[in-house]
């Protein structure tokens, strides 16, 4: 290979790479954008295209809040039940698998209640 072409070679490389990341991970949002996951954030999603794939970005302080994927029962009485694993890390990555509505909420007692909750179709 010329030594002119070892440059350009990596750059598109370096590109398809980028790209193939981006199309098996699809697109990160960050829920309630800079404010982060929060009381309020419901109603955030709306008019968003989130697709499966998709990740979503969940943001807050861990001492104070965490994250829930729940069924649609527990979303509209914004209660936990089964086992449904609760997300604490404070910056929680959650990719959405194909098929319906995924519900997520602040499990913690009243935060869901003061609009802690999020529903996304995939
Ligand atoms: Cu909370």
């Given at each position: 290979?010329?030594?002119?072409?070892?440059?350009p070679t990596l750059l598109v490389?370096?590109?398809?790479?980028?790209?193939?990341?981006?199309?098996?991970?699809?697109?990160?949002?960050?829920?309630?954008?800079?404010?982060g996951w929060r009381f309020g954030?419901?109603?955030?999603?709306?008019?968003?295209?989130?697709?499966?794939?998709?990740?979503?970005?969940?943001?807050?302080?861990?001492?104070?809040?965490?994250?829930?994927?729940?069924?649609?029962?527990?979303?509209?009485?914004?209660?936990?039940?089964?086992?449904?694993?609760?997300?604490?890390?404070?910056?929680?990555?959650?990719?959405?698998?194909?098929?319906?509505?995924?519900?997520?909420?602040?499990?913690?007692?009243?935060?869901?209640?003061?609009?802690?909750?999020?529903?996304?179709?995939?």
């Amino acid at each position: 290979m010329a030594r002119g072409t070892i440059v350009p070679t990596l750059l598109v490389l370096l590109l398809a790479v980028c790209c193939a990341t981006s199309i098996v991970h699809g697109k990160e949002w960050i829920i309630g954008d800079n404010k982060g996951w929060r009381f309020g954030v419901s109603g955030w999603e709306n008019g968003k295209r989130i697709q499966s794939g998709d990740v979503l970005v969940f943001k807050y302080n861990p001492s104070m809040h965490n994250v829930v994927q729940v069924g649609e029962g527990d979303y509209n009485s914004c209660t936990v039940s089964g086992s449904s694993m609760a997300y604490t890390s404070g910056n929680d990555h959650i990719q959405l698998a194909r098929g319906g509505k995924a519900f997520f909420l602040c499990s913690i007692p009243g935060h869901c209640q003061r609009g802690m909750k999020i529903v996304v179709t995939a």
